[in-house]
């Protein structure tokens, strides 16, 4: 059984940071990319960062471009996202998900979701 599992959200202050953690279990890691989306209040879920499985390749949602920073461990089974230069635009429920084989942005090609985690950046 895949599991997914979110941690590390929270209140922040605008400009301040946090890193976000996904712990995965039931599945071969490294042979998944990983991605983060997130959804905020009377908005459509949407793309925020991916990572493939080797971890040599990742990419941004251009609104979080140079501000976060997506990374795995294929040791740990882990995959984070640490977030600097938070503004309140990004407050949302913060998913990570699995995606057999390429890395896409499209929530359509991921498998597997986690539960969510809140993070609120306060202006």
């Known amino acids: 059984q895949v599991q997914l599992v979110e941690s590390g959200g929270g209140l922040v202050q605008a400009g301040g940071s946090l890193r976000l953690s996904c712990a995965a279990s039931?599945?071969?890691?490294?042979?998944?990319?990983m991605g983060w989306f997130r959804q905020a209040p009377g908005k459509e879920r949407e793309f925020v960062a991916a990572?493939?499985?080797?971890?040599?390749?990742?990419y941004y949602a251009d609104s979080v471009k140079g501000r976060f920073t997506i990374s795995r461990d294929n040791t740990e089974n882990t995959v984070n996202l640490q977030m600097d230069s938070l503004i309140p635009e990004d407050t949302a429920v913060y998913y990570c998900?699995?995606?057999?084989?390429?890395?896409?942005?499209?929530?359509?090609?991921?498998?597997?979701w986690g539960q969510g985690t809140q993070v609120t950046v306060s202006s």
């Open positions: 998900a699995a995606e057999f084989g390429t890395t896409s942005r499209q929530q359509s090609q991921y498998l597997y």
């Open positions: 039931g599945l071969t890691f490294s042979a998944w990319s």
């Open positions: 990572i493939s499985g080797s971890g040599g390749s990742t």
